[in-house]
């Protein structure tokens, strides 16, 4: 990412605000990000207590190196704006950003980023350090993502939502992320995801791809998982704890594609000097690298540095 830093977030877990015992078992798994929700998972008469334990639990708790994320409710309803002054106001300096769903025009991110802007100035906060994550969950929202993606300096994340996506656009199912009776031919989600995935790189965007609700159908998660993984996204929602652990494993290069990576990052960077012989192309073993694949070898080592990998094979000149 060119503008913020670039955060892991292959498994992103969702913990309900209004559960103070997930709260607090949220802190010690290994999740790369975790999203505290006032929205869907949490009841209309809950969402104020909501607010207070999020508060809480973000000044007090012990989150590690972990993206610390709110989900606010969305701006077609009466709790967007006190979620977003609590939170902020009660807890701002313990929070690296808000997600905002059900994101369906470019204003929506702006307003917030101003709302945000206010907060920070107000409270002496480093303005601009709290990033938005846009929840795509509609067809008209999918229409709009490129405006959405560049709306606001702060957007870091494009997230798929895909149920309330799979009900506004009366898609036939009731299984949340599976394909849909009768398409029986390839992947029902394959545009939606590769739309996303061209608005966020084009805009140097991560990509999240949105939960799988069979929690205990652990083979379909790693399933759905792999296949917006093969794509390119950069992670998934986790609602149990049991999806992190393979959230983590599908999002992550292999160790040998990992040492792979960073050997053709330093083969290149060898050979294109001077004292390589400032040789544009050049062979790898049995394969030839050249610009190409320095470009394609950047991806794999900024995932697995994200994720914490360490090298277990280090190419020297000579080998």
Same mark, same amino acid.
């Given at each position: 990412?060119?503008?913020?830093?670039?955060?892991?977030?292959?498994?992103?877990?969702?913990?309900? =605000?209004?559960?103070?015992?997930?709260?607090? @078992? #949220?802190?010690?798994? *290994?999740?790369?990000?975790?999203?505290?929700?006032?929205?869907?998972?949490?009841?209309?008469?809950?969402?104020?207590?909501?607010?207070? $334990?999020?508060?809480?639990?973000?000044?007090?708790?012990?989150?590690?190196?972990?993206?610390?994320?709110?989900?606010? $409710?969305?701006?077609?309803? *009466?709790?967007?704006?006190?979620?977003?002054?609590?939170?902020?106001?009660? #807890?701002?300096?313990? %929070?690296?950003?808000?997600?905002?769903?059900?994101?369906?025009?470019?204003? !929506?991110?702006?307003? %917030?980023?101003?709302?945000?802007?206010?907060?920070?100035?107000?409270?002496?906060? /480093?303005?601009?350090?709290?990033?938005?994550?846009?929840?795509?969950?509609?067809?008209?929202?999918?229409? $709009?993502?490129? /405006?959405?993606?560049?709306?606001?300096?702060?957007?870091?994340?494009?997230?798929?939502?895909?149920?309330?996506?799979?009900?506004?656009? $009366?898609? @036939?199912?009731?299984?949340?992320?599976? !394909?849909?009776?009768?398409?029986?031919?390839?992947?029902?989600?394959?545009?939606?995801?590769?739309?996303?995935?061209?608005?966020?790189? &084009?805009?140097?965007?991560?990509?999240?791809?949105?939960?799988?609700? !069979?929690? @205990?159908?652990?083979? =379909?998660?790693?399933?759905?998982?792999?296949?917006?993984?093969?794509?390119?996204?950069?992670?998934?929602?986790?609602?149990?704890?049991? *999806?992190?652990?393979?959230?983590?494993?599908?999002?992550?290069?292999?160790? *040998?594609?990992?040492?792979?990576? /960073?050997?053709?990052?330093?083969?290149?960077?060898?050979?294109?000097?001077?004292?390589?012989? &400032?040789?544009?192309?050049?062979? %790898?073993?049995?394969?030839?690298?050249?610009?190409?694949?320095?470009?394609?070898?950047?991806?794999?080592?900024?995932?697995?540095?994200?994720?914490?990998?360490?090298?277990?094979?280090?190419?020297?000149?000579?080998?």
């Amino acid at each position: 990412m060119s503008a913020r830093e670039l955060r892991a977030r292959r498994s992103c877990h969702a913990v309900p =605000g209004s559960n103070p015992r997930f709260l607090e @078992k #949220a802190q010690g798994l *290994q999740s790369d990000q975790v999203f505290l929700d006032i929205e869907d998972s949490v009841a209309p008469i809950a969402k104020a207590d909501a607010r207070k $334990n999020i508060v809480e639990v973000l000044n007090t708790g012990d989150w590690g190196d972990r993206v610390r994320t709110v989900r606010v $409710n969305d701006w077609t309803t *009466q709790w967007t704006y006190k979620d977003v002054i609590e939170v902020v106001e009660g #807890a701002g300096a313990n %929070l690296d950003c808000l997600m905002l769903p059900k994101v369906q025009t470019a204003a !929506q991110v702006q307003a %917030l980023d101003t709302l945000l802007t206010q907060i920070e100035t107000t409270m002496g906060y /480093e303005v601009g350090r709290i990033g938005i994550e846009a929840q795509i969950e509609n067809a008209l929202g999918l229409i $709009n993502v490129d /405006e959405i993606a560049t709306a606001s300096p702060r957007v870091e994340t494009i997230i798929f939502g895909p149920a309330d996506f799979m009900a506004s656009i $009366n898609m @036939k199912s009731l299984v949340v992320g599976e !394909q849909p009776p009768g398409y029986d031919v390839g992947d029902a989600y394959h545009y939606i995801l590769m739309r996303l995935l061209m608005a966020a790189r &084009a805009h140097d965007k991560q990509v999240i791809d949105g939960p799988y609700l !069979q929690i @205990k159908d652990l083979d =379909g998660f790693q399933r759905v998982a792999g296949r917006s993984a093969a794509l390119g996204y950069d992670g998934k929602w986790t609602l149990h704890p049991s *999806q992190i652990e393979v959230a983590n494993e599908v999002f992550s290069p292999t160790q *040998q594609d990992y040492d792979h990576a /960073e050997n053709i990052l330093d083969a290149y960077e060898y050979f294109t000097s001077e004292q390589g012989g &400032a040789k544009g192309a050049v062979m %790898l073993g049995d394969e030839m690298i050249d610009e190409a694949s320095r470009k394609m070898a950047l991806v794999i080592s900024g995932k697995g540095r994200a994720a914490g990998m360490k090298r277990t094979d280090k190419w020297q000149p000579d080998s």
